[in-house]
């Protein structure tokens, strides 16, 4: 049965896919609708980071003992300086990682 489930979800997937991207299709998007879509992505991101940032132990932790809102708001600076997006990953990791160490200690 999970298999089966794999399967057509596996199908589904593909097939709403393709109808977007084949180009003989006859399917087309109007201007709002393509409007409407360049939104989603920033939503589906949005709503996985918040959550990893901002709670912790199932409360919302907005404090100095945070390592990921530390990570977060220093790559943030890193990114909006630099515009290098391995710069910002560097330095949200290397900060992320030392700040646990030190609030582990």
């Not at 299709?25 to 990893?52: D, E």
């Not at 890193?78 to 290098?84: E, V």
Request: glycine share 2%; aromatic share 10%; net charge positive.
């Amino acid at each position: 049965m999970t298999l089966l489930t794999i399967l057509l979800m596996a199908v589904i997937t593909f097939t709403t896919r393709y109808l977007f991207i084949h180009p003989r299709l006859p399917v087309r998007l109007g201007a709002k609708m393509a409007k409407l879509l360049s939104f989603s992505a920033p939503a589906v991101l949005t709503a996985i980071w918040v959550p990893i940032i901002f709670i912790q132990q199932g409360q919302l932790s907005i404090s100095l003992h945070n390592p990921y809102l530390i990570a977060a708001t220093l790559a943030i600076v890193a990114a909006a300086k630099s515009k290098s997006i391995y710069l910002t990953m560097f330095v949200g990791l290397i900060t992320f990682v030392l700040s646990r160490y030190i609030l582990t200690l």
